[in-house]
């Protein structure tokens, strides 16, 4: 079993930044692909940003390509999501979810371990 808590959301107003962090616990988190999806009211869940055990490899949507930056420390247990110049199309909760492979997933169903979520409310 691996826990995942996220924490880090709020109100922001747009053009501002938030750094949402993912604590986990449980297994070995070195082999876990880990990532970063949102959901906002009436939308699926999609994946924003994922990053492999080792770094070496990262994934964004377009959306948010050259504005979020994701980044682990596997010392310390903790996946990192800096969100800089926000947009209300932002709003959502966002979700740490963890997947047992080396390489990047990119599906909810990929995915083995889920946080509860935080919500990230940007303003206009």
């Known amino acids: 079993q691996v826990q995942l808590v996220e924490s880090g959301g709020g109100l922001v107003q747009a053009g501002g930044s938030l750094r949402l962090s993912c604590a986990a616990s449980?297994?070995?988190?070195?082999?876990?692909?880990m990532g970063w999806f949102r959901q906002a009211p009436g939308k699926e869940r999609e994946l924003v940003t994922a990053i492999t055990w080792s770094g070496g490899s990262t994934y964004y949507a377009d959306s948010v390509k050259g504005r979020f930056t994701i980044a682990r420390d596997n010392a310390k247990n903790l996946v990192y999501l800096q969100m800089n110049s926000l947009k209300p199309e932002d709003t959502a909760v966002y979700y740490c979810?963890?997947?047992?492979?080396?390489?990047?997933?990119?599906?909810?169903?990929?995915?083995?371990?889920w946080g509860q979520g935080t919500q990230v409310t940007v303003s206009s």
């Open positions: 979810a963890a997947g047992g492979s080396y390489y990047l997933l990119h599906t909810p169903g990929d995915y083995s371990y």
């Open positions: 449980g297994r070995t988190f070195s082999w876990y692909v």
